[in-house]
């Protein structure tokens, strides 16, 4: 597979699919199986959620507790690693779903699990858990197969983040929040300091074709949610599944190639209907 730079500054492909915490309609979210069924179903990226056990091996699990996706209750973070890694999977999103004998996986092991097959979007939740994070991700050979993302409340935010991709080698995603008021501000921030890719969560349409604009004058790819939790983001998986043209197909005529979704494989379906 191409280095991310080059894959990112490639023109010939239309819009890759992001599969949030992976095919998890195929295995537990956040899990190796995840992961590999992403790869298999021919998705170009997984979105993984990375935490730090007490004793500080890094493992994948979005929430702060364990209760909705293992077969335990409480705090994930404090516990160590021998105690977390035996702990199963409850299947999908978890929740009331049935526990599969799936483990909550190390970030090593999801590392070995995507390398040569799939690029990673990373979420830093933790600011104390990026140099770990950085760590392993070069000592497993991937800093060209891997992206980290952040949130970004102000410009010093935004300047960190360039300040730490120019320290690391690794591709920095911001994630900005925009809305009619903001537009001018993040615009400028955009041409300010360029990045391979940002992503954007836009109050309305035409906020979102105002900063995509900026972006294509810059060389930077806009990558966008279609999620239906995420409160910004007004075309959302739910209607896609109905009307993929309203939602999917007015993205890609305005050359977003990079959507994060729950439902990659009605996206990848929808993307080849309209080849």
């Known amino acids: 597979m191409l280095p991310l730079r080059a894959f990112l500054k490639d023109q010939s492909w239309p819009c890759a699919i992001v599969a949030h915490r992976g095919a998890w309609h195929h295995a537990p979210e956040n899990s190796a199986l995840a992961i590999t069924q992403a790869a298999e179903r021919g998705y170009e990226f997984v979105e993984l959620d990375v935490q730090q056990s007490w004793d500080g091996t890094l493992f994948c699990l979005h929430d702060r507790t364990l209760d909705r996706m293992t077969n335990t209750s409480g705090a994930a973070a404090p516990r160590l690693w021998h105690d977390l890694k035996g702990l199963r999977l409850k299947q999908g999103m978890g929740a009331d779903a049935a526990l599969t004998d799936e483990h909550i996986v190390s970030f090593a092991e999801a590392l070995a699990?995507?390398?040569?097959?799939?690029?990673?979007?990373?979420?830093?939740?933790?600011?104390?858990?990026?140099?770990?994070?950085?760590?392993?991700?070069?000592?497993?050979?991937?800093?060209?197969?891997?992206?980290?993302?952040?949130?970004?409340?102000?410009?010093?935010?935004?300047?960190?983040?360039?300040?730490?991709?120019?320290?690391?080698?690794?591709?920095?995603?911001p994630i900005l929040h925009v809305d009619q008021s903001s537009v001018s501000q993040i615009c400028d921030l955009i041409s300010h300091a360029h990045f391979p890719m940002i992503e954007v969560l836009y109050s309305d349409f035409e906020t979102l074709l105002k900063v995509a604009a900026v972006c294509k004058a810059v060389g930077t790819e806009v990558f966008v949610n279609t999620l239906d939790p995420v409160p910004f983001c007004p075309k959302k998986d739910t209607k896609a599944l109905t009307d993929p043209d309203a939602v999917w197909g007015d993205l890609t005529r305005a050359h977003i190639r990079l959507i994060q979704t729950d439902e990659p494989a009605a996206l990848s379906t929808f993307l080849k209907s309209a080849s």
């Open 113 to 173: 699990a995507a390398k040569d097959r799939v690029y990673l979007d990373l979420d830093m939740k933790f600011s104390d858990q990026v140099a770990p994070i950085v760590a392993a991700v070069k000592a497993a050979g991937m800093a060209e197969q891997v992206n980290l993302k952040r949130e970004v409340n102000c410009r010093a935010d935004y300047d960190s983040l360039h300040a730490l991709e120019q320290s690391t080698g690794l591709i920095v995603k």
